[in-house]
């Protein structure tokens, strides 16, 4: 039996980083970047208006107040996109919308708030200090500046910041193309009728899903049957589109564990007994340089072994670091028992309170019993050593992706 640490380092040792593609932005959404993206001029890229108002002279109206208002000439407009004004000599004023280029003399703007808003006239109630509401060039990005490092998973305020400083297309490591197979002549596809001994497939679903949650894009393929020639077959056919294949069930000791039969001593992939809960039959190896997991089938060992094997794996084959499930301290609310030298992962609920998180381990924790994983939304982690928890004890739990 080997540790899960040795198991997750000896994939992680061998999972290929996937070569960078070049993407339009929109096609990177949710892609992580391979090179770094920096500013080829300033952002700003000019002094501009912070608000709709006037450019101004400062000392101009230096003394305004309401009783005592400055009255200065509107000489123009000055627009976002359409400086038609492009100097102010001291004495007179232009109207200025927000994002406007400061006209060359002028160093402040005055709200429209603090005027009457007249367009030959204007008269100015309040004083403002030199730079007042003006945006400085620069004062965002600074030309050359690295605004996106390499390694950062494109959401929406990366995208919008490549697009800010000009560039259309980016280098980025493209999301890992995952095909999901489950294996077992007792599985029907949901929305058929079931004979006796026949179950309702759902493995599949959940691990593409999973796929998707982490960062990849997850293909289902039409279940095999437990016939080596099938599983043989199902693998010719998925290789040449896959960047990864991950499997379920036929892995463990029954008489017809077809995808162990099939797959020993195929490419690079090894079986092993992990010392885990639930997911202690695990299987994984290279076949043509594609990787491979061969999960157990127990619905609940599939997504735990997903979630702490596969995951970080797809994680780094996109670029990033293959850290787990986000992990937060908590609370037991109840007593806890754990197999002796098994790293045990317990479904559970978080709950926030003033004292921090608390969390509820599930009442059944069967690795058939899938309804008890539908309903949390966090795995406790129980270490190898440790065999019983009481209520109180502080626990690491991973939150399930949300
Ligand atoms: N003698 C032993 N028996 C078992 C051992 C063992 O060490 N010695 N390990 C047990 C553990 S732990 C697990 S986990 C399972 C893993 O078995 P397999 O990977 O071979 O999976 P199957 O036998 O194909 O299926 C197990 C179970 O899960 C259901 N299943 C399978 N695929 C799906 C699917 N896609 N959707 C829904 N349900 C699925 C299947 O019907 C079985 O009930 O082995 C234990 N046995
Ligand atoms: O994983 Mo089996 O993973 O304990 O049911």
Redesign the pocket.
Known sequence: MRTVDEHLNDILGSVPVLPPLDLALLEARGTVLAAPVSAPVPLPPFDNSAMDGYAVVASDVAGATEADPVTLPVVGDVVAGDPAVSALRPGLTARIMTGAPMPAGSDAVIPVEWTDGGTVNVRIVRSAPSGHYIRRAGEDVREGQVVVDAGTRLRAPQLGMIAAVGRSRVAVRPKPRVVVV???D??REPGSDLDHGQ??????F?LTAAVDEAGGVGHRQT?VD?EPGSVRKMLEDQLVRADAIVT???????S??V??EVLTGTGTVKFH?VGM?????QGFGLLEGTPIF??????V??YVSFQVFVRPALRAMQGLPPEPLPTVRAVLSGDVKSPAGLRHFLRARLTHGPDGYTVDSADVQG??Q?ASLAAADALITVPEGIETLPAGSTVDVMRLPA
Do not use: Q, Y
């Not at 809960?277 to 039959?281: I, L, T």
């Open positions: 489950s294996t077992g007792e599985l179950i309702w497939e759902s493995n599949s959940m279940t437990d379920s069930g036929g892995v463990s000791m029954g017809r564990d995808v162990k007994k809960r639930p997911g202690k039959p061969t999960l157990p089938g127990n619905p060992s599939a690795s058939h899938l």
